[in-house]
């Protein structure tokens, strides 16, 4: 027998009221790669902040020019080899054949519901939105450099593009 006033204040609960409960809560989509996560937008949005900002602190075009292409080509690696992987599960490579033939390799992960626990839903939009808006954002900065007439500026964002 149960004591009804023991000081407690926990209710009983059904256990079919418990699943319905569960279930209607949403979802928190967790970041579980926080460092891949933070690396996969650090170098796309350094690199259009010292577009946007090198004009500021440097009178060097070469300089300005050097550095975002270093930082972009950091962000490919870094898509490539490291959070296209954890975060979406993407890779892809290069392979030679005997022939000396060039075949591109593209690999993503399988949609099983035991694979779908390890990627994460907010990764993924992280990952997806970061990928698109960077190049959206330097087709406006080609047009705004064209319409403007900095043609000297207009070579990085081609290069952005493509």
Same mark, same amino acid.
């Given at each position: 027998? @149960?004591?009804?006033?023991?000081?407690?204040?926990?209710?009983?609960?059904? $256990?079919? !009221?418990a699943?319905?409960?569960? /279930? !209607?809560?949403?979802k =928190? +989509? =967790? %970041?579980?790669?926080?460092?891949?996560?933070?690396?996969?937008?650090?170098?796309?949005?350094?690199? %259009?902040?010292?577009?946007? $900002?090198? *004009?500021?602190?440097? +009178?060097?075009?070469?300089?300005?020019?050097? /550095? %975002? %292409?270093?930082?972009?080509?950091?962000?490919?690696?870094?898509?490539? #080899?490291?959070?296209?992987? @954890?975060?979406?599960?993407?890779?892809?490579? #290069?392979?030679i054949? *005997?022939?000396? =033939?060039?075949?591109? &390799?593209?690999?993503?992960?399988?949609?099983?519901?035991?694979?779908?626990? /390890? &990627?994460?839903?907010?990764e993924?939009?992280?990952?997806?939105?970061?990928? &698109?808006?960077?190049?959206?954002?330097?087709?406006?900065?080609?047009?705004?450099?064209?319409?403007?007439?900095?043609? =000297?500026?207009? #070579? @990085?964002?081609? !290069?952005? /593009?493509?």
């Amino acid at each position: 027998m @149960l004591p009804q006033d023991s000081g407690d204040d926990t209710e009983d609960v059904s $256990l079919f !009221d418990a699943e319905e409960e569960t /279930t !209607d809560r949403p979802k =928190k +989509s =967790k %970041i579980r790669h926080p460092v891949a996560s933070f690396f996969h937008l650090f170098f796309r949005v350094s690199a %259009i902040v010292v577009y946007l $900002l090198c *004009e500021l602190f440097s +009178s060097s075009f070469i300089a300005c020019m050097v /550095t %975002i %292409i270093l930082l972009l080509s950091c962000d490919f690696w870094a898509v490539k #080899n490291v959070t296209g992987r @954890l975060m979406v599960g993407l890779r892809w490579w #290069n392979h030679i054949d *005997e022939d000396g =033939k060039s075949h591109w &390799v593209f690999e993503s992960r399988k949609a099983s519901r035991q694979e779908n626990k /390890t &990627v994460s839903e907010a990764e993924s939009r992280i990952f997806w939105l970061g990928l &698109v808006t960077c190049p959206v954002l330097w087709v406006v900065f080609a047009f705004s450099a064209l319409f403007s007439f900095r043609v =000297k500026w207009l #070579n @990085l964002e081609n !290069d952005q /593009t493509s």
